[in-house]
């Protein structure tokens, strides 16, 4: 991107995992996976087109160049499945839901979904976002926050919107409860073993079946927050997403069964909570870092009229909009899309074989030396509008293709309103300095939950 569409003050460069110093063998790399992929990528990984490494017995190739992705995520994606490690990871929780759903099937839940997210739907994920705001700043009652955990503030402000976008009802019956679910499984179960990496689609691990019986729990978990809507049934639906889910029908007049209902709810819940909460935690340590672009923010959202909470008042905030979407390049919660090639096929030059691992890395893309001008500095003013756009494919945080995220404008129409609103109410402070590295598992996440101060302005 050319130098004079950013603009001359110094950047903040926020801290970052040092790139491997080599090429990591397997079975070097395979603690790794466990602990910080982020560390596994060499100096080269940021300047290359395509860096293969095999990968326990099996082709893996990380694909920069763009032409190589779009081949993969687009023109030819009927050749790529997800691989039976994301699998075994996610299918306890989002069972056949939206995003391990394949062919057919896949193509019948993306078209009965995509009702939930139609601008309608979005204008609902506005008012939410406005109403648990209100609820938020009345709760600190004009005094200063000091020392709070901010990453589970937002991550229970995002359950408490997303839960009110699916039900609309109050999460605070059953919010502790998910919460607690689905840490306990991040803790016990989300970290990939080695078994994980080398064990067939199908083929089940002890660790597996330790999953499947957290999974009774978690589903059971689930249908009772599904029972306890369906015993207020709306008097002129749809008033929220799940009425809009169970509206839906196909070509042939048929709608979600219960089974699938609870899965695409449960999809909705993990894939659209967390990662909204990460990234406004990331989003918030760079204002925190950078006085400057918080100003701009906070400028911005005075003149935010909270009376018409409708979708497009995200329009009416193009900066704090554009940190939003900086924050998801530096830190792509989704850092990485692996796809499992079902044949070979001829990617960037590279002969592709059957069972390949094929990645498109966000974490690298978006750092990459030929895409970006400063790509480790905070420079949220690339995404204003007028702008020159990033090349395409060289910015993913929703993926690309027939699979992306389906909840793209929910995710930036909820983070920038809470941005918004946050910082409007709020100096954003840490307490101390403190410095916070990205650990990239399943998703980036912060190595320490660190103090934030919350200071209110103008009082
Ligand atoms: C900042 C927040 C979010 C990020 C960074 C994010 C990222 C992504 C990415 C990268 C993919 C594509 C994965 C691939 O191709 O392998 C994806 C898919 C998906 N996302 Fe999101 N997402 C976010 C928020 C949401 C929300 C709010 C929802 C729903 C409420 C959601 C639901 C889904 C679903 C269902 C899929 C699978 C779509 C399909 O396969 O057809 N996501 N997401």
């Known amino acids: 991107m050319p130098e004079a569409a950013l603009q001359p003050r110094p950047a903040l460069v926020p801290p970052r995992p040092r790139p491997a110093v080599a090429l990591l063998p397997a079975p070097l790399l395979l603690p790794f996976l466990r602990r910080n992929v982020l560390q596994t990528w060499g100096e080269p990984a940021y300047r290359e087109r395509v860096v293969q490494r095999?990968?326990?017995?099996?082709?893996?190739?990380?694909?920069?160049?763009?032409?190589?992705?779009?081949?993969?995520?687009?023109?030819?994606?009927?050749?790529?499945?997800?691989?039976?490690?994301?699998?075994?990871l996610l299918r306890p929780m989002i069972g056949e839901g939206l995003f391990l759903?394949?062919?057919?099937?896949?193509?019948?839940?993306?078209?009965?979904?995509?009702?939930?997210?139609?601008?309608?739907?979005?204008?609902?994920?506005?008012?939410?976002?406005?109403?648990?705001?209100?609820?938020?700043?009345?709760?600190?009652?004009?005094?200063?926050?000091?020392?709070?955990n901010l990453l589970s503030l937002v991550q229970n402000l995002t359950l408490d919107i997303a839960g009110r976008v699916l039900f609309s009802q109050t999460m605070a019956g059953f919010g502790p409860g998910l919460r607690r679910l689905i840490e306990?499984?991040?803790?016990?179960?989300?970290?990939?073993?080695?078994?994980?990496?080398?064990?067939?689609?199908?083929?089940?691990?002890?660790?597996?079946?330790?999953?499947?019986?957290?999974?009774?729990?978690?589903?059971?978990?689930?249908?009772?927050?599904?029972?306890a809507r369906a015993a207020t049934p709306p008097a002129n639906p749809p008033r929220d997403l799940f009425d809009t889910l169970a509206l839906a029908r196909d070509a042939e007049g048929g709608g979600l069964s219960r089974e699938e209902m609870r899965d695409q709810i449960a999809t909705f819940i993990i894939a659209g909570h967390e990662t909204t909460a990460l990234t406004l935690f990331w989003s918030l340590y760079l204002l925190a870092l950078d006085k400057d672009a918080q100003a701009r923010v906070a400028g911005e959202a005075a003149l935010l009229d909270d009376a018409s909470p409708e979708a497009v008042l995200v329009e009416r905030l193009p900066f704090t909009k554009a940190v939003v979407q900086e924050a998801l390049r530096l830190y792509p919660v989704a850092?990485?899309?692996?796809?499992?090639?079902?044949?070979?096929?001829?990617?960037?030059?590279?002969a592709i074989e059957k069972g390949a691992l094929v990645v498109a890395a966000p974490w690298i893309l978006h750092r990459h030396k030929a895409y970006w001008e400063e790509p480790h500095a905070f420079r949220p003013e690339r995404f204003l509008p007028g702008a020159p756009p990033p090349e395409r494919f060289a910015y993913l945080p929703f993926g690309a293709g027939p699979r992306v995220c389906i909840g793209a404008q929910f995710a930036l129409i909820e983070a920038t309103l809470v941005l918004a609103r946050l910082v409007r109410a709020c100096d954003v402070g840490l307490v101390g300095r403190r410095v916070v590295m990205p650990v990239g598992v399943v998703t980036i996440y912060p190595d320490k939950a660190p103090p934030f101060r919350l200071t209110p302005r103008g009082g």
């Not at 190589?68 to 997800?82: A, P, S």
């Not at 609902?124 to 700043?137: S, W």
């Not at 850092?335 to 590279?350: L, Q």
């Open 101 to 148: 759903a394949e062919g057919d099937a896949w193509k019948r839940q993306r078209r009965l979904a995509a009702p939930s997210f139609a601008p309608r739907a979005m204008d609902i994920v506005a008012a939410e976002t406005m109403r648990g705001m209100d609820r938020l700043l009345d709760g600190f009652a004009g005094k200063p926050q000091v020392a709070i």
């Open 54 to 88: 095999p990968f326990l017995g099996r082709q893996s190739v990380l694909l920069n160049d763009l032409g190589g992705v779009r081949r993969v995520l687009v023109d030819n994606h009927q050749n790529y499945g997800r691989t039976a490690t994301t699998d075994r």
């Open 184 to 227: 306990s499984y991040g803790r016990a179960h989300a970290r990939p073993t080695p078994l994980d990496f080398m064990l067939p689609h199908g083929w089940s691990s002890l660790k597996d079946r330790q999953r499947e019986r957290f999974a009774r729990t978690w589903r059971d978990y689930i249908d009772t927050i599904i029972e």
């Open 335 to 350: 850092f990485t899309i692996v796809r499992e090639a079902k044949g070979p096929d001829e990617v960037a030059g590279v």
